[in-house]
């Protein structure tokens, strides 16, 4: 019984191989007897050989030089992207600035700037004139209060009753000020 089994397990096997590995492609023939395995047909697939391999050397250092080429314009590639980018980025800061000036003129500037410095002096003149004003304002207080505390301490005399050393203590406090 194994050996039955066994036996058409085999002959499976040996029609698969006949079939599929074994088997001749069409339009494959065999060579003539009167031709030696070695004959020029050998030698011609030697030569052609040799040939395709110079071929193929050629074009593998044709490849390497295109290859070493394509590097080179890479780089020169992104190096001009760069400017290109660095270029682009300057022309829009001018362009910019084009256009302030072309919004606001230089006569429209200069007018705001003429007007601007009119506005502080006449600001300044005021400021000025305040403090002068204060400053003399200060000045009469300090003569009527230094005036009214000599009349206030000698009140009893009167101006006509004043001495000559009172009056002149009187002007330098007053010259003082």
Same mark, same amino acid.
Request: glycine letters at 4%; a negative charge; aromatic letters at 6%.
């Given at each position: 019984?194994?050996?039955?089994?066994?036996?058409?397990? /085999?002959?499976?096997?040996?029609? $698969?191989?006949? +079939?599929?590995?074994?088997?001749?492609?069409e339009g494959?023939? /065999?060579?003539?007897?009167? &031709?030696?395995?070695?004959?020029?047909?050998?030698?011609?697939?030697? !030569?052609?050989?040799?040939?395709?391999?110079?071929?193929?050397?050629?074009? +593998?250092?044709k490849?390497?030089?295109?290859?070493?080429?394509?590097?080179?314009l890479?780089t020169?590639?992104?190096? !001009?992207?760069?400017q290109?980018?660095s270029?682009?980025?300057?022309?829009?800061l001018?362009? &910019?600035? /084009? =256009?302030?000036?072309?919004?606001?003129?230089v006569?429209?500037?200069?007018?705001?700037?003429? =007007?601007?410095?009119t506005?502080?002096?006449?600001?300044?003149?005021?400021l000025?004139?305040?403090q002068?004003? +204060?400053?003399e304002?200060?000045?009469?207080?300090?003569? $009527?209060?230094? !005036?009214?505390?000599?009349?206030? +301490?000698?009140?009893d005399?009167g101006?006509?009753?004043?001495?000559?050393?009172?009056l002149?203590e009187?002007l330098? &406090?007053?010259?003082?000020?």
């Amino acid at each position: 019984m194994i050996q039955s089994s066994l036996d058409k397990r /085999l002959a499976m096997w040996e029609k $698969y191989c006949l +079939r599929h590995c074994f088997t001749v492609p069409e339009g494959f023939s /065999l060579p003539k007897n009167d &031709e030696l395995p070695g004959s020029s047909s050998m030698v011609q697939d030697t !030569l052609s050989d040799a040939d395709a391999d110079a071929e193929l050397d050629s074009l +593998r250092d044709k490849l390497t030089l295109v290859g070493a080429e394509t590097d080179k314009l890479n780089t020169e590639l992104k190096e !001009l992207e760069r400017q290109s980018a660095s270029s682009g980025h300057c022309a829009g800061l001018i362009n &910019e600035a /084009l =256009q302030l000036y072309e919004d606001t003129s230089v006569h429209d500037m200069f007018q705001e700037m003429i =007007q601007t410095a009119t506005e502080l002096r006449v600001k300044m003149q005021k400021l000025k004139t305040r403090q002068v004003e +204060r400053m003399e304002c200060a000045q009469s207080e300090r003569i $009527y209060n230094s !005036l009214n505390d000599y009349l206030t +301490r000698n009140q009893d005399k009167g101006l006509s009753n004043v001495k000559l050393d009172d009056l002149q203590e009187f002007l330098a &406090e007053l010259k003082k000020m």
